[in-house]
Antibody
Framework: QVQLQQSGPGLLKPSQTLSLNCAIS??????????WNWIRQSPSRGLEWLGR?????????DYAVSVKSRMTINPDTSKNQFSLQLNSVTPEDTAIYYC????????????WGQGTLVTVSS | DIQMTQSPSSLSASVGDSVTITCRTSQSIKSYLNWYQQKPGKAPKLLIF???RLQSGVPSRFSGSESGTDFTLTISSLQPEDFATYYC?????????FGPGTKVDIK
C-alpha cells in the first residue's frame, strides 16, 4: 500500500519561497510505472494540477503553464521523496497543496498525501 | 490546455435516487477521463479511471461512460455516504485539468 506523507511550513509572506516535501512509502520515487504529482485546491481556482516528475530511464518533469516559471519539482532518491518549490509566492498561491502518485498508462492520480494548507499573508 | 466543463454544479437528491453527472472536454481525450469523490477535509478519492473502469473497492453502484467528448458518472442508488463533491480529471495530456466539481447534497 502506497502512503504519502507531506511536510513543510503552512504560513508564508509574499515573495517568499514555498517548499514542501512528500515522503513515499510502499513504492519508489524511481519507479518506471509511476509519476509523482503536486496538486493544489483553493475556493477560487478549484483543483489545479501543478506538475509532476517521473523516471523512465531518465528524469522528466511537466509543469502547468500558470506556475512553470516559478516552480521546481525534484526527486530525492536517497530519501525516497520528492519536493515542490514555488518561488515568489503571492496571496493567490494560498491553497491546500497535495502530493499524489500517478500511474503509468492512463496517468490517473490514485494515492494522495494528507494535504498541507499553505497561507500566504503579510 | 484542455478545458473541462461539468454539469450540474450542484444537485439535491434523496437516498435511493439515481444521479448522473456529466463532464465535457474541449477536445478529444480518448478515454483518459477519471472521476473522484471528495468529502470535506479529505483528499479526493478515485472512483472511476479510463472513463468506465471501476477502481478496486469502489461500490458497483458507481459507473462511468463516454460518448465522444462527453463523459458521465452515474450513481445508481444514492447512499448516505455518497453525499459529497465529485470531480472529473482529464489525464490525456499535460497540463492535466480538473472539472469545477458537482456538489451532491441531501434533498
Amino acid at each position: 500500500q502506497v502512503q504519502l506523507q507531506q511536510s513543510g511550513p503552512g504560513l508564508l509572506k509574499p515573495s517568499q519561497t514555498l517548499s514542501l516535501n512528500c515522503a513515499i512509502s510502499g513504492d519508489s520515487v524511481s519507479s518506471n510505472s509511476a509519476s509523482w504529482n503536486w496538486i493544489r485546491q483553493s475556493p477560487s481556482r478549484g483543483l489545479e494540477w501543478l506538475g509532476r516528475t517521473y523516471y523512465r530511464s531518465k528524469w522528466y518533469n511537466d509543469y502547468a503553464v500558470s506556475v512553470k516559471s516559478r516552480m521546481t519539482i525534484n526527486p530525492d532518491t536517497s530519501k525516497n521523496q520528492f519536493s515542490l518549490q514555488l518561488n515568489s509566492v503571492t496571496p493567490e498561491d494560498t491553497a491546500i497543496y497535495y502530493c499524489a502518485r500517478g500511474t503509468d498508462g492512463y496517468n490517473y492520480v490514485h494515492y494522495w498525501g494528507q494535504g498541507t494548507l499553505v497561507t500566504v499573508s503579510s | 490546455d484542455i478545458q473541462m466543463t461539468q454539469s450540474p454544479s450542484s444537485l439535491s437528491a434523496s437516498v435511493g435516487d439515481s444521479v448522473t453527472i456529466t463532464c465535457r472536454t474541449s477536445q478529444s481525450i480518448k478515454s483518459y477521463l477519471n472521476w473522484y469523490q471528495q468529502k470535506p477535509g479529505k483528499a479526493p478519492k478515485l472512483l472511476i479511471f479510463a472513463a468506465s473502469r471501476l477502481q478496486s473497492g469502489v461500490p458497483s453502484r458507481f459507473s462511468g461512460s463516454e460518448s465522444g467528448t462527453d463523459f458521465t458518472l452515474t450513481i445508481s442508488s444514492l447512499q448516505p455516504e455518497d453525499f459529497a463533491t465529485y470531480y472529473c480529471l482529464q489525464s490525456f495530456t499535460t497540463p492535466f485539468t480538473f472539472g469545477p466539481g458537482t456538489k451532491v447534497d441531501i434533498k
